[in-house]
């Protein structure tokens, strides 16, 4: 956050600072913005090289997305310096901070994941693309160049109406007159638009899955930090997982209420939660279960269950209960255990 803040003044003063209005004084006042803020930065860098861990060591900061961007934000103006006479155009090399804005891996990993996933369709898409561009600039061509020989007197000439047309960026400076012409411009511009709506229907659709793939594997991190799954074979857990929603949840809230109806069974993967019994309240912590004699037996829900510290809960719905019985009826039968367990327990503590 800070060091957004940092990029932002930093970039900030380099753009006003190509503004003749700001006067001499302006200028100089800018020109400390940007020598101050690269100072930072190379603080930062230098203190980020210094403090990084033994492992995977300072190389491996280097090597990092983050690493690098910090080290050419560094050089970015020594570079401009080195390049360009003026001080003033150095200063324009200050762009590079830019960078920093998306320097944290998590990100970059994800756009380069999503890039990476989309790409087969992306370059087909891009192959059509050009096929269409060099189609309708040669017909362009074809149609128009007596009429306006100055736009379309030549194939690379009636490219340029050709890109705006085609992305439909349309900026009016080029227009066909004849019906020709027009005719296909209007084939071209739909064809853009159609084009355009295909790509971002493959990223969006990629960036979904990545996201999907993601959340799998946090809950498979979850499900698997639970003792009780740690026995099932990966087959097994990979069931679960598709089936198990993580939830977060603050201390003092209440997951169920005695009386009600169950609709869902919980796994605790860290935390605490107080079962309250009419005799005695009783802990429940990481490893644990509960909500699952309501599922069982179909019956009201037996105690309220309250959070007493934030809590990684894994929720299991009706359901998906259900589904997992008949998929993996060896993990309801060892649920079902305990629950009879805990039922008889209840009923011996009522006689009591
Ligand atoms: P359910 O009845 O659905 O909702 C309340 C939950 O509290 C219950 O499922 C069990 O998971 C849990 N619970 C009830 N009695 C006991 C017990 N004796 N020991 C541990 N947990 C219990």
Known sequence: ???????????????????????????????????????????????????????????????????????????????????????????????????????????????????????????????????????????????????????????????????????????????????????????????????FALQAGIIASAFAEELQRRHFLHTWDLVTAVPFFQGLGAAAIADIVRLLRAREVAEGTIIVRVGEPGDAMYFIVSGEVTVQLTSEPLMLGPGSFFGEMALLFGMPRSATVTVNKPSVLLVLDIADFRELAGRRPEVVNLIEIEGKRRREANAAMARF
């Open 1 to 195: 956050m800070l060091s957004n803040g940092l990029t932002t003044v930093g970039l900030s003063a380099m753009i006003l600072g190509t503004s003749p209005t700001v006067g001499e004084s302006g200028h100089r006042f800018l020109f400390g913005i940007v020598i101050v803020v690269w100072g930072l930065i190379a603080t930062k860098f230098i203190f980020g090289f210094w403090t990084a861990p033994a492992t995977p060591g300072r190389h491996a900061y280097l090597a990092s997305a983050e690493g690098l961007i910090d080290l050419a934000a560094v050089f970015a103006l020594p570079l401009g310096w080195l390049l360009t006479p003026a001080p003033s155009d150095a200063l324009l090399f200050a762009l590079i901070w830019a960078l920093r804005y998306i320097r944290h891996t998590s990100g970059l990993t994800l756009f380069w994941r999503v890039m990476q996933r989309s790409s087969t369709p992306l370059l087909s898409i891009a192959s059509l693309f050009v096929v269409i561009f060099l189609t309708a600039a040669t017909l362009a061509y074809v149609f128009e160049r007596n009429a306006q020989p100055e736009a379309f007197g030549s194939v690379p000439r009636a490219m340029w109406w050709a890109i705006a047309t085609l992305t439909t960026t349309g900026y009016g400076d080029l227009m066909p007159t004849t019906v020709w012409g027009r005719l296909l411009a209007g084939w071209v511009m739909v064809g853009g638009i159609v084009m």
